[in-house]
């Protein structure tokens, strides 16, 4: 910052009431004049979506962005699973491969995805020659590496690259959580990614898509172009990833009133969902009710 | 929010994991690596 007093300058300079009504309460004006950063008193214990920035201020590196990007879906891609949720988590490895053992999520990825799974899948993900995308994601406690060995696995067998520098940025906790907290804590990424180029993405489980849909929306936002996606484990019901047109319907004619809300919240409007994400949605009895359950989220 | 280290730490634990992945396949697979080599 150019002058480093220049806001309290500026709150000493007007009347007493106007500088009160300006940082919003007496005792944040006491804060500042005490030498407090006002965007510090100012952005306390706001959700960091809302935090007031300061026009040009200057930045040393290019900012993260903080609202996922989502695309329209055509509403009928699919996701390849390989198995049930159960299949997997009974496996010896399951415990030490999601703890973040690599040799553990390696032969964890062999079981699962076994030469019957390649012989049904490994053609259709081939066909499209892509860079194959893990979901790469620090989980508070230690990184989740299934998604690697399960990338790395489809790009041995189908004598395919493997992406290395698109990983996931913040930590949302989807582990066991409710689909209110998914829906409330969106995957962020970051990474470089080749214009043009087809990317196929890949995750350890699916449940409403939600991950899957903002790497799609990442990548092509940067110029890439997904092409499909493959997953460890998830239901049955979680298959369809893109929101299909009669869902889309459903959704807004329930709660359509909410939809500008949601783009704002959420930088994306309903047409961004998934399948899954939307008929969640749609069963909430109403709108508060979404924005309530958000809000706890 | 990861930190700008954190997220560079992050793509080098990817790179280490792809790697790590790579050699366990080996040792169970080595028949896929034949065939890579040869083809």
Redesign the interface.
Known sequence: VLRPDAERSFLRGLPADEARKVMGSRARLDAVMKGANPLTVVNARIDPLYHTRLMGEPNDRPSLATLPHRSAWNGNEPVQISGSVARVQGHPDYRAAKQGDSRAAARLAMFAMDADFMAANGRAIAAENPVIVPVHAHEGVSVNRISASVAQWLGLNLHLPVESGIVQVNRVGHTRSTGWHRLANQALFAGAVEPGRNYWLVDDFIGQGGTLANLRGYIQSNGGRVSGFTVLAGQERSAILGLRAETLAELRNKHGQLENWWRQRFGFGFDGLTESEARYLIRAENADTIRNRLADG | ??T?S??DW??D??????N??????AI??PD?FRD?HT?
């Open positions: 929010m990861l700008p954190e997220i992050l793509m634990d990817l790179a280490n994991s792809l790590v992945a790579m050699d366990e396949f169970h697979r896929l890579q083809a």
